[in-house]
């Protein structure tokens, strides 16, 4: 910016002739202090005063004594450097002040007001319920202050019930910003305040935000309703703003001019002392809507539809016309589809889409046109139901009266004979051209009525002289065509004679509801002329209609060659409907009204017919000769084909049924489409290869001479070994990548004699910079193959020499011999052996015998295969001749057949071990090499982790012993995953526990690492909803609680929230007589919240043991007893309580279950539990992103040794899961009910249970049973009393 300015100054300073009041220097720097206070753009003036300084000190002046010249000098130079038109300097010497502002409103009367603003504004309603309000100058919030209760009054109601809205800014050039919001909240139809501009003032340097007024006096105009903002090329300034804001709401539709592109606030500054004025934009936009960036200041808000100022007004009452008639064009629209449109099946979605459709943006007929057959065709995906715009003298009457079409009137046969003659030789033109080839032409169809009428006198002149010809030629070019109905008389003619009713094609009418089949007749008046001779129908872009019927039909059925030019396109099966009628004109629909669906099932949906041969119209003629021609010897060509296959083609198990299809598809004239070598050459490939499922299956065209594949190749020429070891180094890749990793490219493959000529050149040159390494890659991704005869020999180098390995076997068509493939007993060289790992990179470029490498190491399991699919070549491609045509069949005469299976190879190529992109195939294979080098530490440190944390110490050592043993089975791992899957299966064998696992988990998943990452505890505010949601209860009959949680917390999150749990939970079951905890959905969690919820369910006292949990890690035994400080009130013990459990119960609920059971506080109704653990810890293995997952506690509290891990806890009643809750509830009914009717019963049970602590009231386990005191050690060492069940 400072070169800028640099650049530009001499053009701003002035000399000091003259008088010295307007040239001083200063008179620069004060502009540019004028522009750095008050220019809303002081971002561009960086380094200004600077540059001016120092241009003045090196006399950088110009001399210019004309004052107004120099005014024009500073505005162009201010100009051109800001880039900004607005800055205009200006020498006024007779001004003495800047021009005062308008006084301030507060000290005018509103009287005065008002009549301030009469010329600056005008309101009515036009023709159409049309609001008009013009707007000359944007009053500002002091105005509307005052006048808000008389604008609304006396303008704004009086344009509320208009349908639409035209507000006039074509000649506002001045406004106030601040009554921006009071003109856009009226029009913005929401609800809420709406941030619609950010304004920056340059004198204040503050920034202001525009909102929309939070409550508008009156009502804000109906969103539903139309606004039409009219601009013209004086529209400036706030008004521009306006224009702008609304047009982005999408709330208005802006017509007109460009408007001027000015400013918000343009003020008139002196210039220091002098005469010179600077005007200036003070203020400016920083975006509306809070877009943040400069829009319209400078360029203009562009209109929606550009129009001169002065139509601008007409042009908005005609799009507002057109937006109020939008309603009923779309109703029309959808009862026209429902009544007319053929395919019915997708008259729903149309409709949808119809009511859906967002027309906002549509302000002319074009935009409604457009956006109308979008959709439609969209929807439908049918080219033949679109909108049109029509002319008046186009318009139809409507959808009423043109229900039906126009019934087709029929000629009237003349009586007499000799005219009937005359007419069908005036219709018809028929001749026979040499070669026997028949010629006929007629220009128009008639009715199938009249057709028969004339019957016996065109088969005598018209169809007799054709039917002996050897071939037909029907010239529809100038035909129109006319009534469809005697479309299959004309098809019936050109069946075979002997052959049965042929399905020609069927329709569906939608007006009539009928569906019909049309068939081919057999009692026709003459013999018809068969499928057997070629019939060749010329075209051009006039043929319509029937003619276009005939024409479509002939070639789907395959009885006609058609030539010449694709066809109008202008069916008989369409209906139109008016869907707007205007003084020009209006807008119409055109329906399709018949579905016509060929013989085949596909549906034609209009459109041209396209040639088989595309010639001009002209032409059509003389090239139907020429494919005639070609015709001749069609036949011996594809036979030609089908013994060239017979004889040579790899695949002798398919070739009989490949000839037969290819005859029954040349009998059924399937190949008479193919109109010069190069089309059939295609539709053999696409047929032999459809048949055979083999891409190598190839059919082309070659017009040169090609050398006959029998001739043997010229003996390969050894090089000089200067050439050699060029060749060798320009042909051959080798690098050894970090990790002792060989690395060997090669794009070919050579010749077996020439590989072994070259033989010690090449393990001197490339291999022995190989076989010493610790792997090796073998990169054939560039490689598309060629000779097979080498690959046994470089196969041989990654097997020992004995015994020898079996590589694949071939299978020759030529000798219907196989050949079996073997390592070869001597190479030169050393060889890389069997042991060390190989990788093969190959791509979709790798091809024949590049896939013969990659395809037999795979079979073999010598190497890993990586990167993409490859080509699927052959082993020996074979071309061969057509007879002694330029046509040629290229097949595979040779098939690979793998050693351990005996199946052929895929066709499809190779499928890698491992798909990747070729561009990633060798980073890939690197992470494999550092993978595998990974292995056996990572076998070593998983071990360590299962011995030293393995909840039962004795079998993790075991597993750890036996898992080092187990190496070998990781020697082709090819991924982390992988590996993780392969170790956590042999864990979990040798342990026979489904607990221990191994997971793969990405760096970008590690947040999900149970015991790795610490649970984010949220604040107990967060908990209140999730409770309510984690937690349910109810009250059930007879006061039984039920309390249902499906996962255990942390006990530290729990004691967090205690308070709501018991506020929210708790309260709500805690009075009742007997409780069922439902478990059948519990997951698990942590248990070290479990001694707070047993602690509720035994009284207060002595703590009681409930548990003991040996932990591996420390190898420790810690114990769990019931707590003596509690939130909220205590169960207690006296009360019932049953536990409902399932197959699903897991882990610190089972851990819950097991302890209530053994302790006798509870009964267990439902399932066995899952058999779960307790909750296990993780690990991270080395610096892999595998971790194991170890159970590393388990419950020792059991007398008798026994847990519920590994076999689940057994119900005392056992159902199934979803009866639990059923028989949870009769079971407690019972005993109510027992206990009513036993009161005295009753009492001494409750007596019996004050001093038995622990049990399940009546329903506790081993009911009736002799009960006796265990003592047990309590934490603080004491001596305890708990009564347990013997």
Not at 1085 to 1110: H, M, N, R, V
């Amino acid at each position: 910016m400072v070169r800028k300015w640099a650049l530009l100054l001499p053009m701003l300073l002035c000399s000091l002739t003259g008088p010295a009041h307007l040239f001083q220097p200063s008179l620069v720097l004060d502009m540019a202090q004028v522009l750095l206070d008050n220019y809303c753009f002081p971002e561009n003036l960086m380094g200004m005063q600077e540059a001016i300084e120092q241009a003045i000190k090196s006399h950088e002046i110009l001399s210019i004594s004309d004052p107004q010249t120099l005014a024009h000098v500073l505005t162009a130079g201010v100009q051109s450097s800001l880039n900004d038109p607005r800055l205009v300097i200006s020498y006024e010497p007779s001004t003495l002040e800047v021009p005062p502002r308008a006084p301030a409103f507060m000290n005018l009367t509103l009287e005065e007001i008002i009549a301030g603003l009469q010329d600056g504004l005008r309101h009515e309603v036009l023709e159409g319920n049309v609001g008009y309000l013009r707007v000359d100058d944007i009053p500002g919030q002091e105005v509307m202050s005052k006048l808000r209760s008389f604008l609304v009054a006396n303008v704004w109601r009086k344009l509320m019930n208009t349908s639409a809205l035209v507000l006039d800014l074509r000649h506002c050039t001045r406004g106030h910003i601040s009554g921006i919001p009071y003109v856009i909240s009226y029009l913005h139809p929401g609800n809420t305040i709406l941030h619609v501009d950010t304004i920056y003032d340059r004198p204040s340097n503050t920034t202001t935000e525009i909102w929309t007024l939070p409550e508008a006096l009156g009502e804000t105009y109906s969103a539903d309703k139309d606004v039409v903002v009219l601009t013209s090329s004086r529209t400036g300034g706030v008004a521009e703003d306006i224009a702008y804001i609304l047009k982005q709401m999408r709330r208005a539709i802006v017509v007109g001019e460009r408007t001027v592109g000015g400013a918000l606030d343009l003020q008139k500054l002196r210039i220091g002392q002098s005469d010179f004025f600077l005007t200036v934009p003070v203020s400016r936009s920083l975006g509306p809507l809070g877009e943040g960036s400069q829009t319209w200041e400078g360029s203009g808000v562009l209109p929606c539809v550009g129009t001169p100022a002065e139509q601008a007004l007409e042009k908005a009452l005609a799009i507002l016309m057109l937006r109020r008639a939008l309603p009923g064009v779309i109703q029309r629209l959808q009862e026209a589809l429902r009544e007319y449109y053929t395919l019915v099946d997708r008259v729903p979605a149309l409709l949808h889409h119809l009511a859906s459709m967002d027309l906002s943006s549509v302000v002319s007929e074009e935009d409604l046109v457009t956006k109308l057959n979008a959709g439609l065709q969209a929807v439908s995906e049918d080219p033949r139901l679109q909108v049109q715009v029509v002319r008046s003298k186009e318009a139809s009457s409507g959808p009423e009266e043109e229900a039906e079409e126009p019934p087709e009137t029929v000629p009237e046969v003349p009586e007499d004979e000799a005219v009937r003659r005359a007419l069908v030789d005036s219709v018809f033109q028929v001749s026979v051209l040499p070669g026997n080839v028949g010629y006929l032409r007629f220009d128009s169809f008639a009715d199938a009525s009249v057709l028969e009428v004339l019957g016996p006198y065109i088969l005598h002149q018209v169809w007799e002289p054709l039917q002996d010809t050897e071939h037909l030629i029907m010239d529809l070019r100038q035909n129109p065509g006319g009534p469809s109905s005697s479309v299959p008389l004309l098809l019936s003619y050109f069946q075979n004679p002997d052959a049965s009713p042929v399905r020609l094609f069927t329709t569906y009418d939608r007006r009539t509801n009928v569906t019909q089949e049309h068939f081919s007749q057999t009692e026709l008046l003459g013999r018809p002329y068969g499928t057997q001779r070629g019939v060749y129908l010329l075209t051009s872009h006039r043929t319509a209609t029937a003619a276009e019927e005939l024409a479509f039909l002939m070639q789907s059925l395959g009885w006609a060659t058609l030539v010449g030019e694709i066809t109008a396109g202008s069916l008989l099966h369409t209906h139109t409907v008016s869907l707007l009628e205007t003084p020009e004109g209006g807008l119409a629909l055109t329906v399709p009204v018949l579905t016509f669906i060929d013989n085949h099932g596909e549906c034609w949906l209009g459109g041209g017919v396209v040639p088989d041969a595309i010639v001009l119209a002209e032409e059509a003629l003389d090239k139907a000769w020429e494919v005639l021609e070609f015709h001749r010897n069609l036949g011996e060509l594809v036979e030609g084909t089908g013994h060239l296959l017979e004889a040579h083609y790899a695949r002798p198990e398919v070739v009989g049924q490949m000839g037969a299809l290819l005859r029954a598809k040349l009998a059924q004239g399937a190949y008479r489409t193919a109109v010069d070598l190069e089309s059939l050459a295609s539709q053999l490939t696409a047929d032999l290869q459809e048949m055979s499922g083999d891409h190598r299956l190839l059919v082309f065209h070659s017009p040169g001479e090609m050398v006959a594949e029998e001739v043997p190749p010229p003996p390969p020429v050894v090089p000089s070994p200067e050439e050699l070891s060029y060749l060798i180094e320009a042909l051959f890749k080798t690098e050894v990548l970090p990790g002792q990793l060989g690395y060997l490219r090669f794009d070919a493959m050579a010749e077996l004699e020439t590989v072994k000529a070259i033989g010690p050149q090449l393990v001197q040159l490339v291999w022995q910079k190989l076989v010493d390494t610790d792997s090796l890659v073998v990169d054939l991704r560039y490689n598309p193959g060629s000779y097979s005869t080498a690959v046994p020999l470089l196969c041989s180098y990654f097997f020992e020499a004995e015994p020898r390995q079996h590589l694949y076997s071939v299978f020759d068509r030529a000798t219907s011999r196989v050949t079996e493939v073997w390592t070869q007993p001597h190479v030169t060289g050393q060889r890389y052996g069997s042991h060390k790992d190989l990788y093969v990179l190959v791509s979709h470029t790798s091809g024949s015998a590049a896939e013969a490498f990659a395809h037999t190491m795979q079979d073999l399991q010598r190497a890993t295969i990586i990167g993409e699919p490859t080509a699927g070549g052959a082993l020996s491609v074979g071309i061969y001749q057509v007879g002694s045509s330029p046509l040629y069949a290229s097949m595979p005469t040779q098939m690979a057949m793998s050693a351990s299976t005996g199946e052929a190879w895929d066709l499809a190529g190779v499928e890698p071990d491992i798909t990747v992109p070729m561009s990633v195939a060798l980073s890939t294979a690197r992470d494999i090499v550092t993978l595998r080098a990974k292995v056996p530490t990572v076998l070593q440190t998983a071990g360590k982790l299962v011995a030293d944390n393995y909840a039962s110490p004795e079998l993790g050592v075991k597993m750890a012993a036996k898992l080092s043993g187990l190496q070998s089975r990781y020697a082709r791992v090819t991924s982390e995953a992988s590996l993780a899957e392969m170790l956590q299966a042999d864990l979990q064998v040798l342990s026979g526990d489904p607990h221990l696992k191994t997971a793969h988990i990405p760096e970008d998943a590690k947040d999900r690492i149970p015991g790795i990452v610490p649970m984010q505890i949220p604040s107990p505010e967060a908990f209140e909803d999730l409770i309510k949601f984690s937690f349910h209860t109810n009250v059930l009959e007879d006061n039984v609680g039920y309390l249902r949680f499906d996962m255990f917390a942390d006990c530290e999150l729990l004691t967090q929230v205690s308070e709501l749990l018991v506020e929210h939970v708790w309260k709500k079951i805690v009075h009742t007589d007997a409780l069922i905890v439902d478990m059948r959905f519990n997951i698990g969690g942590p248990t070290s919240s479990i001694s707070a919820l047993c602690s509720y369910f035994f009284d207060e006292g002595p703590p009681i043991l409930l548990d003991k949990i040996y932990n591996r890690p420390n190898d420790s035994v810690s114990e769990l007893w019931t707590l003596t400080q509690l939130e909220g009130e205590r169960y207690g013990s006296k009360k019932s309580m049953v536990i409902l459990t399932s197959s699903l119960t897991a882990g610190a609920a089972e851990e819950f279950t097991y302890i209530m059971k053994r302790l006798g506080r509870a009964l267990v109704i439902g399932e066995v539990t899952s058999g779960g653990c307790q909750p296990p810890q993780t690990y991270h293995v080395d610096d892999t992103d595998l971790y194991i997952t170890i159970p590393t506690a388990r419950s020792v509290g059991a007398a008798d040794g026994s847990s519920w891990e590994g076999v689940g806890v057994v119900p005392d009643v056992a159902v199934p899961a979803d009866a639990a809750l059923t028989r949870a509830k009769e079971m407690l009914q019972h005993t109510s009910l027992r206990a009513r009717r036993s009161p005295r019963l009753h009492g001494r049970r409750k007596g019996h249970h004050r001093q038995n602590q622990g049990r399940a009231g009546s329903l506790g386990r081993n009911q009736g049973a002799v009960r006796h005191e265990v003592l047990t050690e309590a934490p603080n060492g004491q001596k305890r009393g708990l009564l347990h069940s013997g």
